[in-house]
């Protein structure tokens, strides 16, 4: 009881939205610390003062992201995109290299890969992901939850299967990072946006990589790369970070500000916590849409309902204060930790109107 008082303590004190908002997969909703923080960063430019603790929050929240991963910092490079993150692994990749994706994933995931021309894509059911590795494929692409309908890849069976045909795996957490435990040591790359689930403002992302950088080499790299950027910012960098920063892009730092804050929430609360909180509401919605007669698309224990059919009411519900998706004629709900029963009930009774 206690820990359910504490969480609904820390919720209500970070947001207030003014609609029913059931949009997370979209956009998360930015909590009033990082609003707070985001405020302070621009004062640190209006004002003129030293922007030495933004750079700050940028390994503040390097270091968060690792633990919420599961991997050493050192593994951790930041960026501004899944997109091009998804490219340095596709520019390591021999001519021929089979890509094996799921069919219709997130475009950041897929799009890098086949703009290569020369790589031999081939994509398949989610669900058959880990079945259809074979040998000589060089390595599998996935989303951990898909964007379009939550449905959650089987990730064990993906390891299992890569591992046994020696293929390399990258998965994007975008979609799953804040409220479904990530274990990103399990996979050689891994990827993550931070203004969905994370609850962050747009501009930061993350790269997961080996230890030994798994064949990568840093195309876009910078003076943020070198082991000593400040040493680094004429002529060609001397010295490559040693770790995983030497992927690292200039770092948006506003965003980064208020990033940090965003983190530290997620990590006051507790991802256990908020996966509980996340899919209880979600299976809330699932039932209520069995009693109106509705099917969503199958996603056992994800965050994210999909229903076919439906798609084409997210105008008038947004007019009825209620944020959701329209994702291919699919009405989207993605319901996250500032969601209630009360929300879940009035989209139901929306929809059964």
């Known amino acids: 009881m206690e820990t359910t008082q504490t969480f609904d303590r820390l919720v209500r004190a970070e ?17 009033a610390r990082t609003v707070a923080a985001l405020h302070e960063a621009a004062l640190l430019r209006a004002e003129g003062r030293p922007l030495t603790p933004l750079h700050e929050d940028v390994e503040a929240c390097r ?7 599961g991997v050493p910092v050192t593994r951790v490079a930041t960026g501004a995109s899944v997109a091009a993150h998804t490219g340095v692994i596709a520019a390591s990749l021999p001519a021929g290299a089979e890509v094996l994706t799921a069919e219709d994933d997130f475009t950041s995931v897929l799009n890098p890969f086949h703009v290569r021309g020369d790589l031999k894509v081939r994509a398949v059911p989610l669900e058959r992901i880990a079945e259809s590795v074979r040998p000589g494929t060089a390595l599998v692409a996935v989303s951990a939850a898909q964007s379009a309908d939550g449905r959650v890849a089987d990730l064990p069976a993906l390891r299992e299967a890569a591992r046994e045909h020696g293929a390399r795996t990258y998965v994007d957490f975008s979609q799953s990072a804040g409220w479904l435990p990530m274990a990103a040591d399990a996979f050689d790359f891994s990827a993550s946006v931070s203004f969905k689930w994370l609850l962050g403002p747009h501009g930061a992302a993350f790269l997961v990589v080996p230890e030994d950088f798994g064949g990568l080499t840093p195309v876009l790299a910078g003076w943020v790369a070198g082991e000593a950027p400040w040493n680094s910012c004429y002529g060609p960098v001397q010295e490559l970070a ?11 730092l506003f965003t980064f500000a208020g990033l940090r804050r965003s983190l530290e929430l997620i990590e006051e609360l ?9 899919v209880a509401l979600a299976d809330r919605f699932r039932a209520g849409l069995a009693d109106l007669g509705h099917a969503p698309v199958p996603a056992p224990g994800s965050a994210i309902v999909s229903v076919p059919g439906l798609g084409g ?3 008038e519900l947004s007019r009825a204060g209620i944020e959701v998706s329209d994702r291919a004629g699919n009405l989207r709900a993605a319901f996250h930790l500032y969601n209630t029963p009360d929300d879940v009930d009035r989209l139901l009774a929306a929809l059964a109107g």
């Open 313 to 315: 009411r997210q105008g």
């Open 242 to 252: 040693r770790s995983a920063r030497r992927f690292d892009l200039t770092p948006a």
């Open 63 to 69: 270091a968060a992201y690792a633990r919420l991963a």
């Open 15 to 31: 947001f207030a939205p003014r609609s029913t908002y059931l949009n997370t997969a979209s956009n998360g909703l930015l909590p």
């Open 270 to 278: 507790g991802v256990a916590a908020v996966h509980a909180h996340d």
